[in-house]
């Protein structure tokens, strides 16, 4: 694509989407982060009423985010061709991708979309990381189509100037633009020669439509309305909850000696004694509290059950009075199965990376590989014993190869079990066993 071309397309569709998406997503990224919109507050501003509002907001939003994103984790892939394993699986590690994943993740839930660029490298192809914030596409059709057409991103290159750069199939196009995403200009370009826009899309939630919804955005108004009534039981609490104590019949002290001297006398601690017979001495009740934390205490219910997370994670507190793994799995039950749709879509993005790596790296098998599996670290609660026996009842009773099995053992890589594969072989009983195994045999 000629630099005239690259210019329009990014003032013409690029560009302008780049700042339309940014805006919208550092609203989200800000929720995410624990940064909520104030709760309303009385006209009269002062600095306790500002020192409240600083202490309503509780990040469960973030909290939610972080679970989901602790109880996903690739520890594996398994090419459909068998001898192509142990290199693409040097790529992922050769990126730090063990961690890095985490970061993609966490993007992709907050802002609906996350994307990861590789482009060839030595001594393996280079791979970054962009959230919806920072990076754009666009697809001929959003929903079915594997690879953009077209994307952008943008980077900071100093106070008043930002860098956007256009990717196509053959070349990246950086420009340099104003902070608005006006004035572009056109400042270099490189080659990558991949053939394809070499830009994965990690979507979990795609409408038929193409477009995306993240975990933040039908979250806000529950978690504002969180905030609002936390803030308004703080207010409670600090100016209403008091017991008040009154005295009528009494005279008004002169001077302020002796308003001073009657404080002192109607400390709790001292006896108070009134000559005038017509006094009335009485309490005023402070405002309950149960009410606002009945009210917060609902919203989070609501904030669980939308967010499809175990109550218990959000209330802090075990709603369930059953003890042991067995029931905290089945208070997971509904976390998991969301888990499972996010690993699938997730998946399903990180096998089109492989293919793409591959293909970069120069694996010619890897690029028409559609057979390959993601290796996911199981999250689901289970003590080591029930996952012993449902093991053990596998081999015994169904004749699963034992050794097939060891994968399945939560906390259990494939790099271990190929050692304990190893360990075994070198065994000499184990060898004996399979020389007697063997005459029996014959």
Do not use: C
């Amino acid at each position: 694509m000629s630099k005239r071309a690259t210019l329009e397309l990014a003032q013409d569709s690029l560009i302008p989407l780049m700042m339309q998406e940014r805006e919208r997503q550092t609203v989200l990224r800000d929720w995410a982060r624990g940064k909520h919109v104030a709760p309303f507050k009385p006209r009269e501003a002062n600095p306790e009423l500002d020192a409240l509002l600083e202490k309503a907001p509780v990040p469960l939003i973030m909290l939610i985010i972080r679970i989901l994103s602790q109880s996903m984790e690739i520890q594996g892939y398994a090419p459909g061709v068998e001898r192509l394993k142990d290199r693409l699986w040097q790529i992922w590690t050769g990126n730090q991708m063990a961690t890095r994943q985490k970061r993609l993740y966490k993007a992709a839930l907050w802002g609906g979309q996350a994307f990861a660029m590789s482009l060839p490298g030595d001594p393996v192809p280079k791979t970054r990381i962009f959230s919806g914030r920072n990076m754009v596409a666009l697809y001929q059709d959003p929903e079915a189509d594997e690879w953009p057409q077209y994307a952008g991103f943008l980077e900071v290159a100093s106070r008043s100037k930002f860098h956007f750069t256009v990717v196509d199939d053959e070349k990246l196009h950086r420009m340099q633009i104003n902070p608005d995403g006006s004035k572009a200009e056109y400042i270099e370009e490189q080659v990558h020669g991949t053939g394809i826009l070499p830009v994965v899309r990690y979507a979990g939630d795609i409408d038929d439509e193409g477009s995306v919804m993240g975990e933040v955005e039908p979250l806000i108004p529950i978690q504002s309305n969180i905030d609002q009534t936390n803030f308004d039981r703080l207010l409670t609490q600090s100016f209403a909850s008091w017991v008040i104590r009154y005295i009528t019949g009494m005279a008004k002290p002169e001077t302020d000696e002796d308003a001073a001297r009657a404080k002192t006398v109607l400390e709790r601690d001292r006896l108070l004694l009134i000559e005038n017979p017509e006094a009335k001495v009485g309490t005023l009740e402070g405002t309950a509290l149960n009410g606002y934390i009945e009210a917060r205490r609902d919203s989070k219910q609501d904030l669980a059950a939308t967010a499809q997370v175990s109550q218990k994670t959000v209330l802090g507190a075990q709603s369930n009075n059953a003890d042991g793994a067995e029931a905290q799995a089945a208070e997971e039950a509904s976390t998991q199965r969301k888990i499972h749709d996010y690993e699938t879509a997730f998946g399903e993005a990180h096998k089109q990376h492989f293919r793409l790596v591959g293909m970069q790296d120069g694996l010619a098998e890897a690029w028409t590989d559609y057979a390959g599996e993601i290796d996911w670290v199981n999250s689901e609660i289970r003590s080591l014993s029930q996952v012993a026996d449902a093991y053990g009842k596998l081999a015994t009773q169904l004749h699963i190869p034992e050794q097939g099995l060891w994968e399945m053992v939560p906390g259990v890589t494939p790099d271990k079990a190929k050692k304990w594969a190893e360990m075994r072989a070198a065994d000499p009983l184990a060898q004996m066993g399979r020389l007697i195994q063997a005459d029996v045999a014959q």
